[in-house]
């Protein structure tokens, strides 16, 4: 192994170890590029070896699935036999996966922003798996021989859902470790270890089945019995951890024990899952101590969760396709109302700068004329005008306040309206102080 690091790479640290292979972060001497690798363990004798041609099958998967530069799907380079070690570059991902970001960067208690962002990158993984990748891998050659009227066979081109029951590519391990959360906030689904391709695949980890908290209910009497439906319940096994910080049937005790294992299977099989609700509150609780938590997530989530758990296959969304675009519809109808709400408020804005304008300008008016009956006050002391004069002026300014203010005493500035008032009482109480 040092030679091989050493040799072409320089290592930057041990990513992970598994009984299978090990992965390492390493930059490139010449090339100065840095990669995440992936390194058989074992030596592998020659390019016929049966662990490397097994090895090859699943990069060659990875590297079909690349095809389409998926965003939530992590990228391969090319595979390669180096000093007698197997290895994969692989696109190095800044970030932790999604089982040690819930436990240690949340505590338990995932921020619904994240829980919504894992249901659209992860739900956008699966749409390209299950259906989109098609797009992306047809061969010239994928034609069909149908009979004429002849009988003789001629090509015809494949429909589209031949191309993608031919295409498809079934993860068949998703959980919260094969889930990775970058530094910026995206998800990304790897491992595709245990993927199957419709026309043949390859079993490379060694686990032979996945993680046992993840694992739907037909997989447990037949690991071979796979469907799109398979990926779907542990997506939604996905999303309860990450609405409710635990998975809907966990291990009670040694998962080597065949009878913690058959209780798990018969969970999986007939319990429904505890409501989401109360248990999203209890982590919300354990980790806010002495705050109250208040409903934070759409319904449509838990409704959309839970047929994802449907015991029965046929019960659950039909592909990842189908789950996507019902993720996709009820995210834009939220957000739809959040535009609708969105703007609600600005025309309330537009309302109430519109009445702020207007009252500026009756205030405007107001100190005006309070000015002018001021200025004629004066004049008329000055000149010794008849008391009734000045009676008369009273009165104007009394009424002019009424007419002026009358409707801004309700309004945003009763601050500014009730120091207007008082100064006119100021002045008109020495007025009268001055003529009596």
Known sequence: MEDLLFGEYESLGPLGHGAYADVYKVRHKKLEYIRAIKVLKGFIESDQDEQYLKFLD???????????SQDNIVNIARPRLLYNHALVEMEYIQGCDFDKYIKESCEGFVPIEEVLG?????????????????????????????PNASGILEPREKSVEELVSLYKVLHN??????????????????????????GGGTKSSARNA?????????????????????????????????????????????????????????????????????????????????????????????VLILKCLAKKPADRYANGKELFLQIKENIWADRQDELAGTEELRDKI????????????????????????VASLDEATNNKQPKTAVTGLKKENIILKIKTIGGLIGGKFRWLVLSCIAAAVLITFMVASWLN
């Not at 699943?58 to 389409?68: D, P, Q």
């Not at 109430?352 to 405007?364: D, G, I, P, Q, V």
Request: proline share 6%.
């Open 58 to 68: 699943e990069c060659k998967l990875l590297l079909r699935l690349g095809n389409g």
């Open 118 to 146: 894992l249901l659209e990158d992860i739900g956008s993984a699966l749409a390209y798996c299950h259906y989109d990748i098609y797009k992306y891998c047809i061969s010239p050659d994928d034609k069909c021989y149908v």
């Open 173 to 198: 391990d998703i959980h919260s470790k094969n889930i990775m959360r970058r530094d910026d906030g995206k998800y990304m689904l790897l491992d595709f270890g245990l993927a199957l391709a419709a």
């Open 210 to 302: 996945g993680a046992p908290e993840y694992k739907p209910p037909e997989k447990w009497n037949n690991n071979d019995l796979l469907s799109e439906q398979s990926d779907i319940y542990s997506f939604g096994v996905l999303m309860y951890e990450a609405l409710t910080g635990v998975v809907p049937f966990g291990l009670a005790g040694d998962p080597a024990s065949g009878e913690v294992l058959f209780k798990l299977q018969k969970d999986h099989e007939n319990t429904k899952p505890s409501p989401m609700k109360p248990l999203r509150k209890k982590t919300f609780e354990a980790r806010y101590p002495g705050k109250e938590w208040e409903k934070d997530y759409p319904d449509w989530l838990e």
């Open 350 to 373: 537009k309302g109430l700068t519109r009445e702020n304008a207007y009252f500026k300008e009756r205030l405007t008016d107001y100190d005006e004329t309070l000015n002018e009956l």
